[in-house]
T-cell receptor, first 115, second 114 residues
Framework: NAGVTQTPKFRVLKTGQSMTLLCAQDMNHEYMYWYRQDPGMGLRLIHYSVGEGTTAKGEVPDGYNVSRLKKQNFLLGLESAAPSQTSVYFC??????????????FGEGSRLTVL | ELKVEQNPLFLSMQEEKNYTIYCNYS?????LYWYRQDPGKSLESLFV?????AVKQEGRLMASLDTKARLSTLHITAAVHDLSATYFCAVDMSSGGGADGLTFGKGTHLIIQP
């Protein structure tokens, strides 16, 4: 049971390049989330999804797009990377909010550097 | 806008001492979570507090929730070096069943010295 898996783990981009981060979960969770973590800032929610085919904006959505074509996968895209997007990105999933504890299960993180 | 404030943000303490980390939040919620993060690692769930007055304990850590005061505490008893980590509290602010994710505090960086 792998839980939440993120790929790639590390990536270096040049300003203006594009890339996609992939999150896959094998727990049959309905809800999935993308957070970014910056020093001294805690975790901030970028986008989230409450089910296959749905997405919604979080606290810091600008510069990112997401898609959830399959229930187990949640993709985070950067169309034109900027140095301000240098961060560690965490994907998380939860079963279904108040149906269960609402606890989030996190992936190992993806460290992105934009030069 | 929900705000989650932890204090202290940095704590250096000696082994065998006791200490408390505080987590205040700005709006009504009856669900609060504590996570641990080791350097370069992911977040590990420690406690899930789902109602006013909830208290959970695991080893030398004990967490409690007072929803009326909008306050949660994480108490460390007789600290040991292995508890050195960054601790985050997070609050579920959604009224629609937990769909909106959790709002995190900035984290408390805890160093326990011999």
């Amino acid at each position: 049971n792998a839980g939440v898996t993120q790929t790639p783990k590390f990536r270096v981009l040049k300003t203006g390049q594009s890339m996609t981060l992939l999150c896959a979960q094998d727990m049959n969770h309905e809800y999935m989330y993308w957070y970014r973590q910056d020093p001294g800032m805690g975790l901030r929610l970028i986008h989230y999804s409450v089910g296959e085919g749905t997405t919604a904006k979080g606290e810091v959505p600008d510069g990112y797009n997401v898609s959830r074509l399959k229930k187990q996968n949640f993709l985070l895209g950067l169309e034109s990377a900027a140095p301000s997007q240098t961060s560690v990105y965490f994907c998380a999933s939860s079963l279904r909010g108040y149906v269960d504890t609402g606890e989030l299960f996190f992936g190992e993180g993806s460290r992105l550097t934009v030069l | 806008e929900l705000k989650v404030e932890q204090n202290p943000l940095f704590l250096s303490m000696q082994e065998e001492k006791n200490y408390t980390i505080y987590c205040n939040y700005s709006t009504t919620s009856d669900r609060l979570y504590w996570y641990r993060q080791d350097p370069g690692k992911s977040l590990e769930s420690l406690f899930v507090l789902l109602s006013n007055g909830a208290v959970k304990q695991e080893g030398r850590l004990m967490a409690s929730l007072d929803t009326k005061a909008r306050l949660s505490t994480l108490h460390i008893t007789a600290a040991v070096h292995d508890l050195s980590a960054t601790y985050f509290c997070a609050v579920d602010m959604s009224s629609g069943g937990g769909a909106d994710g959790l709002t995190f505090g900035k984290g408390t960086h805890l160093i326990i010295q011999p």
